[in-house]
């Protein structure tokens, strides 16, 4: 199986089912304070490396970063090789899709708000000023175009890609399970520290890739001889 929270298809069901539940129900009400917490989160003072550390972390999530990365495991592990263009088939999936539901749903990135004073979370603002509502941020389905970058922010292409890589890593390589969760944390936190995406875009990305990794593994597949278990 390419995911697994358990020992058996039930226990992989039940808990992915509940990790998913919990980011949604998660998102659902950062949802209101969306802007709020975005705002909050890159005025907060992080130390220059800590910063810069998040930063980089983002080729973890990013489709160059990720390539770069699976290409070269592709190059020098021959033995897990197909298990590696599995995962690696599993993570252009989950991205393509988040892509795609991006596309239908416009939303201001949170960088557009730059010149926008931001809310009571910031101590020197001007009380007399008002702060857009988070839901204002919404747009009409399908009445954007395409290529508008700074409407696309719901749901994060890089979460869901970040998440992916951890699951798809994890297939092959299960002592890093950890790492490969850190990783993709970290990639996700750079996405609301970069105002690229709200707190609710990165929370929905979470259950999006799961479902598709539970499809995934209900897949029937042939165990090549060559792979390690």
Same mark, same amino acid.
């Given at each position: 199986?390419?995911?697994?929270?358990?020992?058996?298809?039930?226990?992989?069901?039940? /808990?992915?089912?509940?990790?998913? $539940?919990?980011? !949604? =129900?998660?998102?659902?009400?950062?949802?209101?304070? @969306?802007? &709020? %917490?975005?705002?909050?989160?890159?005025?907060?003072?992080?130390?220059?490396?800590?910063?810069?550390?998040?930063?980089?972390?983002?080729?973890?999530?990013?489709?160059?970063?990720?390539?770069?990365?699976?290409?070269?495991?592709?190059?020098?592990?021959?033995?897990?090789?197909?298990?590696?263009?599995?995962?690696?088939?599993?993570?252009?999936?989950? /991205?393509?899709?988040?892509?795609? $539901?991006?596309? !239908? =749903?416009?939303?201001?990135?949170?960088?557009?708000? @730059?010149? &926008? %004073?931001?809310?009571?979370?910031?101590?020197?603002?001007?009380?007399?000023?008002?702060?857009?509502?988070?839901?204002?941020?919404?747009?009409?389905?399908?009445?954007?175009?395409?290529?508008?970058?700074?409407?696309?922010?719901?749901?994060?292409?890089?979460?869901?890609?970040?998440?992916?890589?951890?699951?798809?890593?994890?297939?092959?390589?299960?002592?890093?399970?950890?790492?490969?969760?850190?990783?993709?944390?970290?990639?996700?936190?750079?996405?609301?520290?970069?105002?690229?995406?709200?707190?609710?875009?990165?929370?929905?990305?979470?259950?999006?890739?799961?479902?598709?990794?539970?499809?995934?593994?209900?897949?029937?597949?042939?165990?090549?001889?060559?792979?390690?278990?």
């Amino acid at each position: 199986m390419l995911f697994h929270l358990g020992s058996s298809k039930k226990k992989t069901l039940i /808990g992915s089912t509940l990790v998913a $539940a919990v980011a !949604l =129900i998660a998102a659902m009400v950062a949802l209101p304070w @969306d802007l &709020e %917490i975005s705002q909050w989160v890159r005025h907060k003072h992080i130390p220059g490396d800590l910063r810069r550390f998040i930063h980089l972390m983002e080729i973890f999530a990013h489709t160059l970063g990720c390539v770069m990365i699976l290409s070269t495991l592709l190059w020098i592990d021959q033995r897990n090789r197909s298990k590696l263009w599995e995962a690696s088939l599993f993570v252009l999936t989950c /991205g393509i899709l988040a892509n795609l $539901a991006k596309y !239908l =749903i416009p939303r201001r990135r949170p960088a557009t708000y @730059d010149s &926008e %004073i931001w809310s009571w979370l910031n101590p020197d603002r001007d009380p007399q000023s008002t702060f857009p509502s988070s839901w204002e941020a919404w747009g009409t389905p399908l009445s954007e175009s395409w290529f508008n970058e700074s409407i696309r922010s719901f749901p994060s292409g890089h979460t869901a890609t970040a998440v992916a890589m951890a699951i798809g890593l994890t297939y092959v390589y299960p002592r890093g399970k950890i790492l490969f969760l850190f990783m993709a944390s970290i990639a996700a936190l750079q996405r609301l520290v970069s105002g690229s995406h709200y707190l609710s875009d990165i929370l929905v990305s979470i259950p999006l890739t799961l479902m598709v990794a539970l499809a995934w593994a209900w897949l029937p597949r042939r165990e090549p001889p060559g792979d390690i278990t």
